[in-house]
């Protein structure tokens, strides 16, 4: 039956499905998270324990972005092209894509310096942890190449609807309202020092959007949003340490 769907029927039935378990997964973590009596709380416990131990998270997360989008490539229900993989203007690409970075970059950094400086004591959030890291710019690449990945594949049927323009910020859109829909989201959105992940990735969002509009490039957008995240926050992690040397008292 899928066989006999339209081209574009079946990447829109695969991008609602793709974002409905995001939604139904997220639901139930959230709802597991507190510990449970009984049995089944004691087995839900050791489930969350040793998932915690194995890094069950850091190998799900990858496999959810990156296995969905190569599913429908590899069954055609989705082309490079619709994905941004196959655009070879890279010259005029890489151009726009370098001036487009240093202005959302000037823009991105006033914004969290004003907002930083509303902070007492610094602003420290989970990614800002990643640069204490060795190999903190893998941990940056690594999010963008699965949040561009993910945010590929959903706008991909939106360009067939409503055309390279419009349809990529229905993309976004339809992220944000799954983004929206998940408990996880909405109570971080709400606690000082882990909404600023949140708003960072969702500015981030908008920017390489706005640059796919006009390179169509997944690349490109991979590479700014990769930049962009280490520059804001290498910008957080400066004004932290400032904060702290800033607080020690001098002495006599």
């Known amino acids: ?7 574009s ?26 510990p449970r009596r009984g049995r089944v709380g004691q087995a839900l416990d050791s489930v969350r324990l040793w998932g915690n131990k194995l890094w069950l998270v850091e190998l799900l997360r990858p ?3 990156l296995i969905p989008p ?13 994905l941004g993989l196959a655009n070879p203007n890279w010259i005029s690409g890489l151009g726009l894509a370098a001036a487009f970075g240093v202005v959302s970059l000037v823009f ?17 959030t989970q990614q800002t942890m990643w640069l204490d890291l060795p ?14 990945s993910w945010w590929a594949l959903v706008r991909s049927p939106m360009l067939m609807l409503a055309g390279p323009y419009f349809g990529v910020y ?9 983004g929206l829909l998940s408990p996880r989201t909405r109570y971080e959105l709400a606690t000082p020092r882990l909404r600023e992940s949140i708003v960072l ?23 700014l949003h990769f930049v962009l995240r280490m520059a804001i926050l290498q910008l957080l992690r400066h004004n932290k340490t400032r904060e702290a040397l800033g607080g020690e008292e001098t002495p006599a």
């Open 63 to 65: 496999t959810y972005y």
């Open 170 to 178: 229905l993309g976004l859109a339809a992220l944000f309202v799954t």
């Open 108 to 124: 991105l950094a006033l914004l969290w310096w004003q907002y930083v400086q509303l902070v007492p004591g610094g602003l420290q």
């Open 9 to 34: 029927t079946r990447l829109v039935l695969a991008v609602v499905g793709y974002l409905s378990a995001y939604v139904v997964g997220n639901g139930v973590a959230w709802r597991l998270r507190t």
């Open 70 to 82: 190569y599913v429908v490539l590899r069954f055609g229900w989705a082309s490079p092209s619709d």
């Open 135 to 148: 190999w903190r710019w893998a941990f940056a690449l690594r999010e963008a190449i699965l949040l561009e």
């Open 201 to 223: 990735t969702a500015s981030l969002a908008v920017v390489t959007a706005t640059l796919y509009v006009f390179t169509h490039n997944l690349w490109l957008c991979i590479t």
């Open 1 to 7: 039956m899928i066989l006999s769907l339209t081209y």
